[in-house]
């Protein structure tokens, strides 16, 4: 028997006790709440990294921001659902200077996370065309995209990216397209949970398929400007961040504040409608909404009974965050710069003890070093590997659960450990490799 950093005991009796089937295809907060009960019952720390959230104090200026808002009492009374204007002219100016694409104030809605912003789109995606009902997910993706679907009764389709890098993307999306019912399609970029970042050609080819074939690209820029291979941070000059809305006017992007801006708490979020888009009329809405706009029922038929709108104040601290971006005078790229470094030590850490990359390039080039890294060992599925390395006291989730082909994978998030915790990190992998010999 083994000696683990944390007793095999401990683990199987709170494995047990979760009740969960397998650990290796819990979801990401059945994980977190098994690793706190161990935690809690062993009295060690663990090398946590299962969960995305920032691990950096929020932009300062946006909590000001929002005291100042509130002092003031917008507590009392309801935001515009389509969002306060200054929050719609700042995101507007942010998507002209950082993406350097034009979209009307109108269509740049604050929603409640982007997570609400992809729940909107999904639901009224589903409904623009009577004939076609299905989401394709370019994959892998975020779980909880897929749990909107089930609960709002839409089917989708996906692959896995893996293999139709480049050039080879095209006939796999076409092939999807040429079905005839695909309305829709979403894709993270940088990518949750593989970090790979789609190259300016794959964008093009995502773009001109879109007007091909008339389907809506979701482009969620969860981790907007994070791919740190290129300098993203300097309002109206370039680089900027790569977009499909360089390639389509058929799109809807969700920008999250909660990365960029390590705002994740007041649960605020940017969806920003294409102009044409926004413009469009789809005749079939009238089977669910009193006319047939697009942009028209974003606002008044679907936000609104979703949650009238999104919290006033939080408005007030996005406002806040995106002017000072906008004028320059905050540097948000600078703050997560963090998340890159200490993926390039912790990459290191696993490459150096039998570990390997699985998502590992960007067509010809190396993926960059962000907020996500995919890992595995030889000789292990994901699930397996994951389920073991509880037993060192790291934890993470199986890429089986994002719809990774690439069933060997475990996505490590970066966030969370501090760089005083590498130490045992390193320990923790050693003594791993060592109890697992590479045959
Ligand atoms: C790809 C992706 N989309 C959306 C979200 C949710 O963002 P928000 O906190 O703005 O709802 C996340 C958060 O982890 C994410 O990784």
């Not at 959230?53 to 005291?67: C, E, R, S």
């Not at 850490?349 to 995919?374: Q, W």
């Not at 989730?397 to 501090?418: P, V």
């Amino acid at each position: 028997m083994i000696s683990t950093p944390i007793p095999a005991e401990i683990v199987q009796q709170k494995i047990l006790e979760s009740g969960l089937p397998s650990i290796g295809n819990a979801s990401i907060r059945e994980i977190k709440k098994l690793v706190d009960n161990i935690e809690t019952a062993s009295g060690q720390k663990f090398i946590r990294m299962e969960m995305g959230i920032p691990g950096l104090p929020p932009a300062q200026i946006g909590v000001d921001g929002q005291i100042e808002a509130l002092r003031k009492g917008v507590a009392a009374i309801y935001p515009d659902i389509h969002g306060i204007p200054m929050v719609k002219n700042e995101i507007s100016r942010f998507v002209k200077l950082f993406m350097n694409i034009d979209v009307n104030p109108e269509g740049c809605l604050p929603t409640v996370g982007s997570m609400q912003g992809g729940f909107a789109s999904f639901l009224m995606l589903g409904r623009i065309l009577k004939d076609r009902d299905t989401t394709l997910f370019i994959d892998p993706g975020f779980p909880v995209h897929k749990q909107q679907h089930k609960v709002l009764n839409i089917k989708f389709e996906s692959f896995d990216v893996y293999n139709y890098r480049g050039e080879k993307l095209r006939e796999k999306l076409e092939s999807f397209f040429k079905k005839g019912n695909i309305h829709s399609v979403l894709y993270s970029n940088p990518n949750n949970p593989s970090w790979i970042c789609f190259t300016e050609k794959e964008l093009q080819i995502i773009g001109e398929l879109a007007n091909k074939y008339q389907v809506v690209i979701m482009e969620d820029l969860a981790y907007f400007g994070m791919d740190f291979r290129n300098d993203y941070s300097k309002p109206g000059q370039p680089p900027y961040q790569p977009s499909v809305a360089n390639y389509t006017d058929n799109y809807i992007l969700f920008i999250s504040s909660s990365k960029a801006f390590s705002y994740a708490g007041e649960r605020i979020g940017m969806m920003v409608i294409a102009d044409k888009l926004f413009k469009s009329h789809f005749p079939d809405l009238k089977r669910f909404y009193s006319n047939d706009l697009f942009g028209y029922n974003m606002i008044f038929g679907t936000l609104y009974p979703l949650s009238s709108g999104t919290s006033h104040s939080a408005q007030y601290g996005l406002t806040a965050i995106l002017k000072a971006a906008n004028d320059g005078k905050f540097d948000f790229v600078e703050i997560v710069k963090e998340y890159g470094e200490k993926a390039h030590i912790m990459k290191k850490l696993f490459t150096e003890n039998g570990f390997e990359i699985v998502y590992d390039m960007d067509e010809d080039k190396p993926i960059a070093d962000g907020f996500y890294f995919t890992y595995s060992y030889p000789g292990f599925t994901g699930i397996e590997l994951l389920e073991k390395m509880i037993y060192y006291g790291i934890s993470a989730i199986s890429l089986d659960i994002t719809g990774s082909e690439r069933h060997e994978g475990i996505r490590a998030c970066t966030s969370l450990i501090q760089r005083n915790q590498f130490e045992v990190l390193e320990q923790r992998l050693k003594q791993f490799h060592i109890d697992h010999p590479i045959k």
